[in-house]
């Protein structure tokens, strides 16, 4: 069965609000190829399906209970009319980026699709991802080198230049009193989002991890932990999850040492966070990366108390996995090397996979 993207389920994905997580998957890319603008950056702008299926349910629900209009109006923040919509929405239908070859798609379709590039044109334009790195991502997802090649030259030469920069919300005001551990006793990850807000300032997305982690798709917010560290995160989808950030990076503004990183991790867990043996990765088999990162498994029971209300699978664990270049959707920007660049923190446990590897 062909890969090809099918640009309503890219539409409802989007919707959803995913987050950009640390670890990959070690079978196959996200399905839903996407490409994208100016000049050389590398990374794929594939939307991933969400990696935790207890929010999925919640993320279809309130998808399709109320906020149909959120991709059009996403659409219109940034520029894009139908018009342009329809110019794209031609060239994927030539190039099997629609509904399958042959298959004309229709003006909500081509819509879907156009959500998804709106966030690659950004990303490539802060520098999170490259022209490259989209095609091959485009190719691995099932697109032939031709196919690939004829809508990232569409994206950079006639769609992006008319995509507007995303424009964030102000920032809060704060009185940054808040205590060193929440009501759970949580120092960070799991915790609310009114205790980061008390405790931590907040900081512009763009300017602190756009770069590093890329432009976000939904609420998002970013938290300045030192002079050199800053927190990113983007809220989950999962009513249940919405207040509450169990999966953030963190960013340091040039590589760490892992006593550091360490430090670091362990100031955003519980305190009764342990930590056990780590665990190499690399970068799944399809990734046109090569990289690897350092996993990082965390025991602390405050942690399974924490999401056990949260109506998230309740795990007694934390994971970190730490990245000396950077993380996409691919797997890691080069090796690691021991220095740390983004830890990728979250709730449970991170495991190999079926193939007994560690992906990154």
């Not at 099997?96 to 966030?119: C, H, I, S």
């Not at 907040?202 to 938290?223: E, F, H, L, N």
């Not at 966070?273 to 025991?299: H, K, M, Q």
Request: net charge negative; aromatic share 6%.
């Amino acid at each position: 069965m062909s890969r090809n993207r099918r640009a309503a389920v890219t539409a409802l994905l989007v919707a959803a609000s995913l987050a950009v997580g640390g670890c990959g998957s070690d079978t196959e890319p996200s399905t839903a190829r996407t490409s994208t603008v100016p000049e050389d950056v590398t990374k794929s702008a594939s939307v991933a399906a969400p990696k935790d299926e207890s929010n999925s349910d919640d993320a279809s629900a309130e998808t399709t209970a109320g906020d149909d209009t959120s991709i059009e109006d996403a659409l219109a923040a940034a520029g894009v009319d139908d018009s342009l919509v329809n110019r794209l929405g031609e060239i994927g239908d030539a190039n099997n980026y629609g509904l399958g070859e042959g298959v004309k798609t229709g003006l909500e379709d081509r819509r879907g699709l156009a959500v998804t590039q709106v966030d690659a044109c950004r990303n490539v334009a802060v520098g999170y991802q490259t022209w490259e790195g989209i095609r091959s991502a485009d190719e691995a997802s099932g697109a032939s080198e031709d196919q690939a090649a004829a809508m990232a030259d569409f994206l950079r030469t006639e769609f992006c230049p008319h995509v507007a920069p995303l424009k964030e919300a102000p920032l809060p005001q704060q009185t940054l009193d808040g205590a060193a551990e929440d009501d759970l006793g949580g120092r960070g990850l799991a915790s609310p989002l009114t205790w980061w807000d008390a405790r931590y300032p907040r900081v512009s997305w763009a300017k602190a991890c756009a770069a590093q982690t890329g432009m976000p798709i939904g609420d998002s917010v970013a938290y300045r932990l030192a002079k050199d560290e800053v927190v990113c995160a983007t809220l989950p989808f999962a009513t249940s999850l919405k207040e509450h950030l169990i999966s953030v990076d963190v960013v340091f503004s040039s590589p760490v040492d892992e006593d550091r990183a360490r430090k670091s991790a362990l100031a955003l867990l519980p305190s009764d966070a342990s930590a056990t043996e780590p665990t190499e990765g690399t970068n799944p088999d399809w990734s046109y990366l090569g990289g690897g990162c350092l996993n990082i498994n965390f025991r602390t029971a405050t942690m399974e108390a924490m999401t056990d209300g949260l109506e998230k699978d309740a795990e007694p664990w934390a994971s970190a996995v730490y990245y000396s270049d950077g993380a996409t959707e691919d797997g890691a920007v080069g090796d690691y090397t021991g220095e740390v660049k983004q830890i990728s923190l979250s709730t449970g446990a991170n495991e190999p996979g079926a193939s007994g590897e560690l992906t990154c």
